[in-house]
């Protein structure tokens, strides 16, 4: 129900915007997340959107450098990260969680395929 794209493999200092769409059900009344996961790492949160778009909030070391927004009226969610580091290389995920709920690891209600992004030096 939710499908993580836009990555792929890019340069230090580079950009690349993912998108995360839903379908089969509406998101416009959930928070959305954007998480990562680098290989033998835990998952880890990256950036927080509430339901309506006002409130968002980044791990300290994406304030910055990503930005996430949505778009209820396309089901969509986005993460532009600019600045990109080797270190950013991560598997992405997006998830959802009812609204009423932090967007935490653990607490997600629905959880989209990652997407691979690879920062070379």
């Known amino acids: 129900q939710l499908q993580a794209s836009g990555g792929g493999s890019v340069q230090a200092g580079g950009s690349l915007r993912l998108s995360c769409t839903a379908s089969g059900r509406t998101f416009s009344n959930y928070n959305m997340g954007w998480f990562r996961q680098a290989q033998g790492s835990e998952r880890e949160f990256v950036a927080a959107?509430?339901?309506?778009?006002?409130?968002?909030y980044y791990a300290d070391s994406m304030k910055g450098r990503f930005t996430i927004s949505r778009d209820n009226a396309k089901n969509t969610v986005y993460l532009q990260m600019n600045s990109l580091k080797p270190e950013d290389t991560a598997v992405y995920y997006c998830a959802a969680v009812s609204s009423k709920r932090a967007v935490v690891v653990g607490a997600m209600d629905y959880w989209g395929k990652g997407t691979l992004v690879t920062v070379s030096s």
């Open positions: 959107i509430s339901w309506s778009g006002i409130n968002t």
